[in-house]
């Protein structure tokens, strides 16, 4: 079956969890530590969100989740998948990746494809969002 928008009832925050609900009755839940956007937001913040017809979009948080994610989710496999890109936005949750995006001239929808792994950017693409993360870092540094 594939999860998508037309078999979700609900989505909640508690003890630390995002979980969803099915139509029929599955409950399937992720820690929040795994998601550092969404631990760190406010109550306000978590629910805002809106939904798509296969995930979760937090337009403020710049933070997406898919439903197919919750039943497909295995944290130790993807952490060894990382990029050393995804690796560092997800350190730093506080970086917009629209915003780095739209620094580099890509779309920001492509920018989160590659924060979360469903698109690889090649040689160059990365060179461009290392040089772009290095902009920002020197930028800091000279406040």
């Known amino acids: 079956m594939e999860t998508t928008l037309n078999n979700i009832l609900k989505v909640w ?3 630390n969890l995002i979980s969803i609900e099915t139509k029929s009755g ?3 839940s992720h ?3 795994w998601f550092p956007r969404l631990e760190k937001a406010t109550v306000e913040q978590r ?3 809106e939904l798509s017809h296969f995930g979760i979009h937090w337009p403020e948080l710049d933070e997406d989740l898919s439903f197919e ?3 497909t989710f295995n ?3 993807i952490e060894a998948q990382k990029s050393e890109i995804q ?3 997800a350190r730093f949750p506080e970086l917009n990746i629209s915003e780095l995006a739209r620094r580099i001239g890509i779309s920001p929808t492509l920018m989160r494809h590659y924060a979360c792994n469903v698109k690889q950017p090649s040689p160059e ?5 290392i040089e772009a993360l290095h902009q920002v870092g020197r930028e800091l540094m000279a406040i």
């Open 26 to 28: 599955i409950v399937k």
């Open 75 to 77: 944290k130790d496999e």
């Open 125 to 129: 693409r990365t060179q461009q969002i």
């Open 87 to 89: 690796k560092v936005l």
């Open 13 to 15: 925050f508690s003890d």
């Open 31 to 33: 820690p929040l530590r």
């Open 69 to 71: 994610g919750f039943f």
């Open 47 to 49: 629910n805002n969100f």
